[in-house]
């Protein structure tokens, strides 16, 4: 019995504690007003689309989507086509999207990009997400 007795005696406490927590990640709205979120920007190349058929796709496209708001830039872009190794240049235009993280976000950005894919016969729109604090 006494060799029993030492070997639990020289188990140290600790050992049966739990782990300490993991730090905590300070928030990205640390001393912010606001609330985490994302902004999206959403890469439209517009060589194939006038102002008429681009304030359609807005209306019926984007904005049931995203009814509280979005803001368009125009640009030009250049990138180089997957299918030829070409670089091509064209003026585009750039949504950009404020929006809590949900479940549903990145569906409605995916289905946006395949709309204009088709209805512009376009190969790609580019889309880049970033962590954010949202506020309005």
């Known amino acids: ?11 140290p406490l600790a050992a049966c504690a739990p782990p ?6 300070p928030s990205i709205c640390t001393g912010l007003r606001g609330e985490p979120g994302i902004t999206a920007r959403l890469y439209f190349g517009r060589t194939r689309t006038d102002s008429a058929a681009w304030q359609t796709f807005l ?3 984007v904005t049931p989507r995203f009814p509280s708001g979005f803001s368009v830039f125009d640009g030009y872009s250049q990138w180089q086509q997957r299918s030829s190794g070409r670089i ?18 990145i569906r409605k950005f995916e289905a946006i990009r395949a709309d204009y894919r088709q209805i512009f016969n376009q190969e790609s729109v580019g889309l880049v997400v970033s ?5 309005f």
């Open 131 to 135: 962590d954010s604090c949202v506020s």
């Open 1 to 11: 019995m006494r060799p029993i007795l030492a070997v639990i005696a020289l188990i």
């Open 59 to 61: 209306a019926e496209n």
């Open 88 to 105: 091509l240049q064209e003026p585009s235009t750039i949504i950009e999207v404020a929006t809590p993280r949900d479940p549903d976000t």
């Open 20 to 25: 300490p927590p993991a730090p905590r990640t």
